[in-house]
């Protein structure tokens, strides 16, 4: 089981931490669950950047980034070093802890 901290760019926005997440599902889809706002235009299958996060702490326990991933993340706002998708970031078998950071959902992002 995994506990998720998310964060959030967006002013006003207090963070929430996700405990007993279990694996095989992506970040995207443990925000979504937990009515925290991801957009995801693609419908999940790494064809956007909408689902564009930051991942803090935890990238062990992910799958790594691939090229199809990376240029995407290109092409969303504000990329950085830890930047991933949502919905490409599938929480492997194990149990831990990441802290993941939201961009602001309320600006227009790049698809
Ligand atoms: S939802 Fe489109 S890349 Fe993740």
Redesign the pocket.
């Known amino acids: 089981m995994y506990k998720i901290n998310f964060k959030f760019e967006q002013k006003g926005l207090e963070p929430i931490i996700i405990d007993n997440v279990a694996s095989g599902q992506s970040i995207?889809e443990v925000a979504l669950d937990n009515n925290i706002e991801l957009h995801?235009?693609?419908?999940?299958?790494?064809?956007?950047?909408?689902?564009h996060l930051y991942l803090e702490k935890g990238d062990e326990f992910v799958p790594e980034i691939s090229d199809r991933e990376e240029d995407?993340i290109d092409r969303a706002r504000n990329p950085r070093i830890n930047s991933r998708?949502?919905?490409?970031c599938v929480l492997e078998d194990g149990s831990g802890e990441l802290m993941v950071t939201i961009p602001d959902q309320s600006v227009i992002h790049g698809e």
């Open positions: 995207l995801h235009n693609c419908g999940m299958v790494c064809a956007c950047s909408t689902c995407f998708l949502g919905c490409q």
